[in-house]
């Protein structure tokens, strides 16, 4: 048996909050997590939308039912199998999403938000964007330890502020400790790390405060 890649042309979902013009000063973008599909993902984000702030809600290529074979559907951004194609996958379809953005809107400073799977999607793609990331917002989710250099040199320069849930099922107090010294010790790198009460959600005051702040940090 052998083994083929063939590159083919795709048409993959994006939606867009926001307006997108010679206005716009912030554009974020938001990967949701595992099973999320970006019509519900984005309703966290519509109370923060601003004449001159827009949301990007690229959707995870890998499409399933949650349940059985019918009902909801749900999406991911990658599974251990083909795990590194599809990783080079996600570069190519995130870095059209930018390259469309910051043509729309060629004025506006990028920020990143991820939650859950977005969080070690989004960390591995800084390293391969077309744009510069002003900052990055890591919710509830786990950093990726196999980060390479590139991500790592771009990480050490981009504002990063993470946000883990106290009771969150799927990342323990003992997992978060163990990848933040990962990253203090062997990466060099040292991320704003702060706990809210609850589990594996979006707080939405936390949430709105930071996007403010975040944008109105310095450049490092």
């Known amino acids: 048996m052998s083994k083929h890649l063939l590159e083919v042309t795709q ?13 716009t000063t ?18 966290h984000f519509v109370p923060l939308s601003q004449d001159t702030r827009a949301f990007l809600f690229p959707q995870g290529p890998h499409k399933f039912y949650l349940q059985g074979t019918e ?18 996958n ?3 379809f995130l870095n059209e999403v930018v390259s469309w953005g910051a043509i729309e809107a060629p004025k506006a400073r990028f920020h990143m938000v991820g939650f859950s799977q977005g969080v070690a999607t989004g960390m591995r793609f ?12 890591a919710w509830a989710g786990s950093w990726p330890p196999d980060l390479d250099e590139k991500s790592k ?4 320069k981009t504002h ?4 883990f849930g106290s009771t969150d099922p799927f990342i323990s107090q003992a997992k978060r400790q163990e990848r933040i010294a990962l990253y203090n010790n062997d990466f060099g790198l040292h ?22 702040r975040l944008e109105n940090t310095t450049l490092k």
């Open 11 to 23: 048409k993959l979902r994006i939606v867009s909050l926001g307006k997108l013009n010679k206005n």
């Open 26 to 43: 912030n554009i974020w973008l938001a990967l949701h997590g595992y099973g999320q599909l970006v019509e519900y993902f984005k309703r």
């Open 71 to 88: 009902g909801r559907v749900g999406a991911s951004w990658m599974t251990k199998e083909d795990r590194l194609i599809d990783i080079d």
């Open 90 to 92: 996600q570069h190519l």
């Open 126 to 137: 800084l390293g391969e964007s077309k744009v510069h990331f002003h900052s990055l917002l």
């Open 153 to 156: 040199r771009v990480i050490a």
């Open 160 to 163: 990063m502020s993470a946000w």
């Open 191 to 212: 991320p704003e790390v702060s706990t809210y009460d609850g589990a594996h959600t979006f707080r939405s005051d936390i949430l709105a405060r930071e996007i403010n």
